[in-house]
């Protein structure tokens, strides 16, 4: 199908797309690598009647160090992130995510802000961006903002993102030393996971001291398996303790009912994801 007709816009900096985003209201949409939208436009789900592309505004790309955290410009293509040596050592769990991102043709055209900013569930952003504890920096016409992970996905494609506001860049705080593992289960390769997992664990000689777990696909926003996580702190890295700690993985999760599965069949796979991230992180 042909999308509707509309006007493109091609803004050089941010204050520039920001301008436009402000003149054009809720008639405006914001394009980044398009890998989600123009399906969207095709079906005419969506029908904007201005599309602002921030494909020319090179400050949104790349990767920095700052301190105690990396940061990962919005338009950064997730092919730049997965071949990054600092993200590898800094944020593995980021660098085994995207991995598991559809295909090399859309790694290379999709961006980490838009994936994050699309806010789908079933996303593989979404879980280990939280798992992380990552921080969004958001642009608006006020200034700009800082939104914690555990406050940006706030439902079902939505986000903390304002209609007149721009993601800028995701800060993520370091986690070296950390092992790291993204569980995916699909039926078909490069399909949305049915249910995924993502797991980093700090380990001391065989024991675990700290862990974060991540969901994918559990809710209507990605989740953290906080039950999970304060279970495993102190706990061996054996497959007996945490399958234990893993039995807790689906506390407090409400997953989606579809032809891939119910939301009973979910919760069982959650379970044993975890226990095959925690595992794989942990070196076990």
């Not at 914690?148 to 993102?161: G, K």
């Not at 559990?218 to 234990?244: C, F, I, K, N, W």
């Amino acid at each position: 199908m042909i999308p509707a007709q509309f006007d493109y816009l091609a803004p050089t900096s941010l204050d520039e797309a920001l301008a436009a985003l402000a003149e054009h209201g809720d008639d405006a949409k914001i394009i980044a690598g398009g890998q989600s939208l123009l399906p969207v436009l095709r079906m005419r789900l969506n029908a904007p009647e201005m599309v602002i592309d921030l494909g020319k505004i090179e400050s949104l790309r790349g990767i920095r160090d700052d301190g105690d955290h990396l940061v990962i410009g919005a338009m950064t293509t997730h092919a730049t992130v997965a071949s990054d040596s600092a993200v590898a050592e800094h944020a593995a769990l980021i660098s085994k995510a995207v991995e598991h991102l559809a295909d090399s043709q859309i790694r290379h055209r999709g961006t980490f802000g838009g994936a994050l900013a699309h806010a789908d569930p079933a996303g593989d952003l979404g879980a280990p961006a939280l798992a992380l504890g990552a921080e969004f920096v958001i642009a608006g016409s006020g200034g700009t903002r800082t939104v914690a992970a555990d406050d940006f996905f706030e439902d079902l494609f939505t986000t903390a993102i304002g209609e007149d506001e721009i993601l800028t860049e995701v800060r993520i705080p370091k986690h070296t030393g950390w092992g790291a593992h993204y569980e995916k289960f699909v039926r078909v390769a490069h399909q949305w996971p049915i249910v995924a997992v993502a797991a980093t664990v700090k380990a001391d000689g065989g024991t675990i001291a700290e862990a974060r777990v991540g969901l994918t696909n559990m809710g209507s926003t990605p989740l953290r398996a906080r039950a999970v996580e304060q279970a495993l702190v102190g706990q061996p890295a054996t497959e007996d303790a945490v399958r234990e700690a893993a039995g807790a993985a689906a506390e407090g999760t409400n997953p989606p009912s579809d032809l891939n599965g119910d939301a009973d069949y979910r919760r069982h796979l959650a379970t044993v994801l975890t226990r095959r991230a925690v595992l794989a992180a942990a070196g076990g």
